[in-house]
């Protein structure tokens, strides 16, 4: 196994996880979604929108197609329907990038300009890593506002990813 196809694991294990939750949350009335519960994103709602919107930003930065937004918090969209649909998208997109890379680009420089434009340059590799890792970050909290709501989210470990099995 190599490193990108530990990146591309990560991107696939993104998605099912995306599944996943969005699955649990079609289920919850758009009233509990939106409740404020004092999270960073402020709700269910809020934190599925602000992970899409950071995965479209990078993406937007991989591929050279900047994406533009307001703020961290911006509300892509309202409706939920529109949003899942949106998140299944990006995922297609996120998978084809990285699939589309081989094993040298994750070792090479990568210069980005952050939403509080400040310029970095950091391996691409690096990058790659944390976009996996923003999304379990903020899943966590999903996960947690979630069972605060009432919803089992189940089991989200990795050895659980069905196309994992050997």
Known sequence: MTTLD?????TRYNAWMNQKMYAICETIPDSV????????FRSIHGTLNHI??????????FTGQ?????????????DFAELRAEREKTDERLS???????ESAITEPFTFTSSQG????????HLLLHVGNH???HR????????QSGWDCGVTDLPRMPELAL
Do not use: N
């Open 66 to 78: 900047p994406f533009v937004f307001a703020s961290l918090d911006q509300e892509l969209f309202h």
């Open 140 to 147: 966590g909290q999903l996960t947690t506002l979630l069972e």
């Open 118 to 125: 400040l310029t970095f340059t950091l391996l691409l590799g």
């Open 33 to 40: 979604r939106r409740e404020d519960k004092g999270a960073p």
């Open 135 to 137: 999304q379990t970050h």
């Open 96 to 102: 084809q990038y990285f699939a589309s890379l081989d």
């Open 52 to 61: 899409l919107l950071t995965d479209k930003a990078w993406l937007g930065r």
């Open 6 to 10: 530990l990146f591309q694991t990560v």
